[in-house]
């Protein structure tokens, strides 16, 4: 038996997809990945969230908020550097949402990075998972979206994003606090009370 049904997910990831849910739905595929998640986090730290309503809606919800604003910006064959994707957030959920999306999963901790590739085993997806430093990949290695949340130094992160971002491409942010930077589009994400989607296009 699943941990929750597919009926309750949709339920749970209402507020963040609302009416623009896929034509195939992808709750089965979180429901795996939630299971999955479970397993993992009873003996590895993947996530200090143990809840499986607020894993859905913490992380399923905001990530999927983040593939819903993507999916009007991107092209569907777009690629996309998941930075620092720790337990595949946002990134995974983001790749379910927008199966044909080219997403490359960056995670330097063995485990994790174990645990990604897993993720991506089980539920059946053609993601790349970098399992080193994003400033080791090659020099020339840039995408169409960088997307970082939640991860530790986030100020440091940033700058070590932003060179890989294509020009005219996308620095994508899910944090607690708004950016304070200008001219960047900055959406509050629902049901979290203090989360912020922030979208910087970036120009040469």
Do not use: C
Request: no cysteine; glycine share 8%.
């Amino acid at each position: 038996m699943p941990t929750l049904s597919e009926t309750q997910i949709a339920e749970l990831l209402g507020p963040y997809i609302d009416a623009t849910a896929p034509e195939s739905p992808i709750y089965g595929k979180l429901g795996q990945y939630l299971d999955l998640l479970l397993r993992w986090n009873a003996r590895t730290n993947l996530t200090a969230i143990r809840e499986p309503e607020e894993i859905v809606r913490r992380h399923f919800g905001e990530s999927l908020f983040a593939a819903k604003h993507l999916a009007s910006r991107l092209s569907p064959e777009a690629t996309l550097l998941d930075f620092g994707s720790g337990a595949g957030f946002p990134g995974l959920p983001i790749q379910l949402w927008l199966p044909n999306l080219r997403v490359t999963l960056a995670e330097s901790q063995g485990k994790k990075a174990s645990f990604l590739r897993e993720a991506v085993r089980t539920l059946g997806l053609k993601t790349e998972v970098w399992s080193s430093r994003v400033e080791s990949m090659p020099a020339e290695r840039q995408f169409e979206a960088v997307t970082l949340r939640a991860v530790d130094r986030m100020q440091e992160a940033l700058a070590a994003a932003r060179p890989r971002v294509a020009q005219g491409g996308w620095l994508v942010t899910l944090s607690a606090t708004p950016s304070l930077i200008e001219d960047v589009e900055q959406i509050p994400v629902p049901g979290s009370g203090e989360g912020w989607l922030t979208m910087e296009r970036v120009s040469a």
